[in-house]
């Protein structure tokens, strides 16, 4: 059963701006870290940028300054608004949701990607 689902994924120009949704309202526990990654062509999975459930965040330093993630803990969504494209920023780029319940148990959870393609 799909946990997450990304959205808004596509093709754009090298400058344009894109944004990304995750809707994690199918988890029934409270959600403490929300974040990005991707997977460019050929390449290793990375990271992009994470959030506390309070809302402290991290970037990659690849994206600083141009990406900006946030989240709306009410409804579960996570969201990534990517400004100044580059053509490198091209990949695969993937939600994740961690759970840590009060026995101990960890959960984290992953989306199955949307694509994001920039064109020089």
């Known amino acids: 059963q799909v946990q997450l689902v990304e959205s808004g994924g596509g093709l754009v120009q090298a400058g344009g701006s894109l944004r990304l949704s995750c809707d994690a309202s199918r988890i029934i526990f409270e959600i403490n870290n929300m974040g990005w990654y991707r997977q460019p062509p050929g390449k290793q999975r990375e990271l992009v940028a994470t959030?506390?459930?309070?809302?402290?965040?991290n970037y990659a330093d690849s994206v600083r300054g141009r990406f900006t993630i946030s989240r709306d803990n009410a409804e579960n969504r996570v969201y990534l608004q990517m400004n100044s494209l580059k053509p490198e920023d091209t990949a695969v780029y993937y939600c994740t949701a961690a759970v840590d319940r009060w026995n101990g148990a960890h959960y984290e959870y992953w989306g199955q990607g949307t694509q994001v393609t920039v064109s020089s």
């Open positions: 959030i506390t459930r309070p809302g402290s965040t």
